[in-house]
C-alpha cells in the first residue's frame, strides 16, 4: 500500500504538477497505483475521470467519489472524453499506470 500510494502521489504531485480545478485522467485506475491517485485527485480539488475494464470496479471508483468512470468495455473513451471536455476542462493531466489507451490531445 505504501508503494502505491507513494508511486500515485509522485507521479501527481512531482512529476505531473498537480494543482486544483483540474480534470485529471487516471487509466487502470482500479488497480494499486489508480485508486490512490483518484482520492489524491479528488482531495487535491480536481475532476477526476477513470478508467477501468469491469462493472465492480467502475462500481468501486465511483465509490471513490471519480466524477466520471469509463468502463472501456462498454464505452470508449475519445468518445466519453469529448463530452466531458465540453462540460469541463481539457485533460490537464494525465497518469498513464498501462498506456493501453492512447488519449486524444
Ligand atoms: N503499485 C506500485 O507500487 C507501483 C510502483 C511503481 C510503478 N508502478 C507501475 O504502475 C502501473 C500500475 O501498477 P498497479 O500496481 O496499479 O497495477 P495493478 O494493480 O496490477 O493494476 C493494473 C491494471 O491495469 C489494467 N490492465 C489493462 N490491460 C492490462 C494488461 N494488458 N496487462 C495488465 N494490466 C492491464 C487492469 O485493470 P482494468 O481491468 O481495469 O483495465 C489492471 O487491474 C504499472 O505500470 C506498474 O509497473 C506501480
Do not use: H, W
Amino acid at each position: 500500500m505504501l508503494t502505491s500510494g507513494l508511486t500515485a502521489s509522485i507521479a501527481l504531485e512531482k512529476a505531473g504538477q498537480m494543482t486544483s480545478g483540474q480534470v485529471v485522467l487516471v487509466t487502470a485506475a482500479a488497480g494499486g497505483t489508480g485508486q490512490f491517485a483518484v482520492q489524491l485527485a479528488k482531495l487535491a480539488g480536481n475532476k477526476v475521470v477513470a478508467t477501468c475494464g469491469g462493472e465492480s470496479k467502475s462500481t468501486f471508483l465511483s465509490s471513490l467519489g471519480v466524477d466520471r468512470v469509463v468502463n472501456y468495455r462498454n464505452e470508449n473513451l475519445k468518445d466519453v472524453s469529448f463530452c466531458f471536455r465540453f462540460l469541463y476542462l481539457p485533460f490537464i493531466l494525465q497518469l498513464d499506470n498501462i498506456s493501453l489507451v492512447p488519449v486524444p490531445t
